[in-house]
C-alpha cells in the first residue's frame, strides 16, 4: 500500500511539473519562433530549403487548423449539454457542460467521465430526468461524432468527411486512445506529403 501511494504521490507530482512547463515552453517557443525558424531553415542545403520550408508551413497551417476545429467540436459539446441540462432542470448545468467540453478532448472517457455527475444530478432531481440526461448525452455524443466532429475537423484541416472518419478508425484500431488523439493531425500531414510527392516538388 506505502509503494503504491508512493507512486501515485510521484506520479502526480510529474504530471504537475507538465502542466507547469508547457506553458513555459509555449511562451519561448511563441517569442522566439521567427529565430528558431531561420536557424532550422539555415541548417536545410539551399537546393532544398523552399520545398522543405514550403511542406512545414502547410503541416503548420494543418496542425493549427487541427486546434481549431478541436477547441469547435469541444465547445459545441459543452454548449450543448449545458442548455440541455438547464432545460432538463439538471443543478449546476452550466459548470457541468463546461466539465463535459473539457473532457471532449479525451476520447471515449471523457464523454463517459463527464455524464456520470451530470446522471447523478439528474438522479437527485428525479429517475426520469437521469433518464433523459443520459439520454441526452447519448444524443449529443452520436450528432457530434457521426456529423459535426468530421466535417468541421475535415475542414479546418483539409480533409474529407469520410477521410477523417477512416483516419480515427484505423488510428483506434491500431494504437488505441492515442491513435484517435493523433490520427486526423498524422492524416493530415501525410496528405500534405503525399499531395507535394505527386506533384513532384
Not at 522543405?52 to 469547435?72: C, E, N, T, W, Y
Not at 471532449?104 to 437527485?124: S, T
Not at 456529423?147 to 488505441?176: C, E, N, T, W, Y
Request: charged share 15%; hydrophobic share 60%.
Amino acid at each position: 500500500i506505502a509503494r503504491a501511494a508512493a507512486d501515485a504521490i510521484v506520479a502526480l507530482f510529474s504530471q504537475l511539473f507538465n502542466l507547469l512547463l508547457a506553458p513555459v515552453i509555449a511562451f519561448y517557443l511563441t517569442r522566439d519562433f521567427d529565430s528558431i525558424r531561420e536557424r532550422f531553415a539555415s541548417w536545410i542545403p539551399p537546393a532544398m530549403r523552399d520545398q522543405v520550408m514550403g511542406i512545414l508551413r502547410d503541416i503548420d497551417r494543418a496542425l493549427a487548423g487541427f486546434v481549431r476545429g478541436q477547441l469547435i467540436v469541444c465547445s459545441f459539446v459543452g454548449v450543448s449539454t449545458g442548455l440541455t441540462l438547464a432545460i432538463l432542470g439538471v443543478r449546476f448545468a452550466a459548470p457541468i457542460g463546461f466539465v463535459v467540453g473539457v473532457l471532449e478532448i479525451v476520447p471515449y472517457f471523457g464523454p463517459i467521465l463527464g455524464m456520470i455527475p451530470a446522471v447523478l444530478m439528474g438522479a437527485a432531481k428525479s429517475p426520469t430526468t437521469a433518464l433523459l440526461t443520459a439520454a441526452a448525452f447519448i444524443g449529443i455524443q452520436q450528432v457530434e461524432s457521426a456529423v459535426i466532429s468530421p466535417k468541421i475537423m475535415g475542414d479546418s484541416v483539409g480533409l474529407h468527411p469520410l477521410a477523417v472518419i477512416f483516419a480515427l478508425l484505423v488510428g483506434a484500431r491500431l494504437f488505441g486512445v492515442l491513435g484517435i488523439l493523433l490520427a486526423v493531425p498524422v492524416a493530415a500531414c501525410l496528405s500534405i506529403l503525399s499531395e507535394r510527392l505527386l506533384r513532384g516538388e
